[in-house]
């Protein structure tokens, strides 16, 4: 199955990317790589065919496998009478491996979200692909899954690689896409900073197929030779606007430009500013656009969530939090924002005295300490999470129930991030907003983006509402 699959790409000699400088081989010396002229004659620009923009619409015909005889509606490729198995089998509308439709279903994966089912079938054809959709829409699967059909398993080159902005999203990716492709032995590893770099090392080493990690990592891997980026075939960015923001601009295109220029390469952003565009334009061969928002400002929230703000002055925020906090039912799980990590520290300590289960999580902390409180708050023991923006860019947990932005965001792009780390994969989800004596300015932003109809004013009840 995995030579079938292989055979996507049209089979091309390797090439080097088009700058001074080289990256590393395994065995320590440099790989004599010219200038790829290909690049400028074939990677061609943003295309303006009406025909290249997914919009809400089932993929192109041409772009879905062949129909196999055989095919099972369900997930999972029971045997035929023959003891062979199908080719393809279905997954939603999606032709998919028998190894990841099993995957999926020991995932609980019962049909594609939309992001899903309108990119992953031109990822599977080979297409590089723009997928622009609000937080929560379900894009690890959307490229995990044509990723674990595309790599070749039993290489112990790396071929796909995924760049993320945070060391939490590097262990959500790697382990989801893990997952897809745990019935094809597609090995993953995962690659940030603030973990001891030998570890990953000898993971490394040792053979992978696919590589997640934050840019930094990823350079400090390439200049010590440990991690060879010759032999890739398919590479993401994903939250590509959040690295941005985090400041992995020129790192973005020194990773990219260190890859094979015949690379498969798909970006996923909820917002599509300039830089970003100039990425596409440069590195993305005439791609699908999967678009989800009406506009490329990505000024979209989910449906599902339900959004209201309180007007409150700075000095009664903790009364008003405990407040909201106290009329949340049990089983809520809460993330909340705060723009500086001391003042993160400063409510969790003073809401914990209170007797509330809360804990804090920032960038000033040791990994070991995000990684303790990170899985406490996944598995549902912790109930009440306080992050700045840096430590929760990212965050995928489905059973996120409510946003609370203690502290207004600096934009209406952040604001739009953060109410999207609830209502993930269609659930719905509660959105609340203090609104201080100093954030006039950014409540007027966005109202006038949102709309009045979806933010909805309330009066608290310190206030006698």
Do not use: C
Not at 56 to 67: A, N
Not at 308 to 322: F, S
């Amino acid at each position: 199955m995995q030579d079938q699959s292989r055979t996507r790409h049209a089979a091309q000699p390797r090439h080097g990317a088009d700058t001074e400088e080289e990256p590393s081989s395994r065995n320590g010396e440099q790989p004599q790589r010219g200038n790829d002229s290909r690049r400028s004659r074939n990677r061609r620009r943003i295309p303006r065919r009406g025909d290249a923009v997914v919009k809400r619409t089932r993929p192109p015909e041409s772009e879905t496998r062949q129909p196999d005889n055989q095919r099972q509606q369900p997930n999972g490729a029971p045997p035929r009478a023959d003891g062979t198995r199908p080719k393809y089998v279905r997954w939603g509308m999606i032709d998919l491996t028998p190894e990841i439709a099993d995957a999926l279903d020991a995932m609980r994966y019962v049909e594609p979200s939309e992001i899903q089912r309108l990119a992953i079938p031109p990822l599977l054809a080979g297409r590089d692909v723009v997928g622009q959709a609000v937080t929560g829409s379900g894009k690890t699967a959307a490229f995990g899954i044509p990723m674990a059909e595309t790599v070749n398993p039993r290489s112990r080159n790396v071929e796909g690689l995924v760049l993320v902005p945070t060391r939490e999203l590097a262990q959500q990716v790697a382990k989801e896409i893990s997952a897809v492709g745990s019935k094809l032995g597609v090995r993953v590893a995962a690659v940030y900073g603030g973990e001891p770099i030998n570890r990953q090392i000898d993971q490394l080493e040792r053979g992978v197929s696919i590589v997640v990690g934050t840019p930094g990592r990823i350079k400090d891997h390439m200049s010590r030779r440990t991690l060879d980026l010759g032999d890739i075939r398919f590479a993401v960015l994903d939250e590509a606007d959040e690295m941005l923001d985090i400041g992995f601009a020129d790192d973005m295109e020194f990773i990219l430009r260190r890859t094979p220029s015949n690379r498969q390469t798909a970006l996923f952003s909820a917002t599509i500013p300039g830089f970003i565009l100039k990425l596409i334009r440069r590195y993305l061969d005439d791609p699908v656009w999967v678009k989800l928002v009406e506009k490329f400002d990505g000024i979209k929230t989910a449906a599902e969530v339900k959004q209201v703000y309180y007007d409150v002055a700075e000095r009664d925020k903790e009364r008003a939090v405990r407040e909201v906090l106290d009329e949340l039912p049990d089983d809520a799980q809460t993330l909340m924002f705060r723009r500086m990590q001391i003042g993160v520290d400063r409510l969790a300590r003073n809401l914990a005295r209170g007797g509330y289960a809360v804990r804090g999580i920032h960038g000033g902390m040791s990994q070991r300490d995000r990684d303790r409180v990170m899985r406490s708050f996944r598995d549902g023991s912790l109930r009440v999470l306080i992050a700045t923006n840096v430590a929760a860019r990212g965050l995928d947990i489905s059973t996120i129930t409510h946003v609370v932005n203690y502290d207004m965001p600096d934009n209406v792009e952040e604001y739009v991030h953060r109410v999207g780390r609830t209502a993930r994969m269609g659930k719905e989800g509660t959105a609340i907003s203090f609104v201080g004596e100093h954030d006039q300015e950014i409540i007027e932003k966005v109202l006038g983006k949102v709309g009045a109809d979806v933010l909805e004013r309330k009066l608290l009840g310190i206030y006698g509402g």
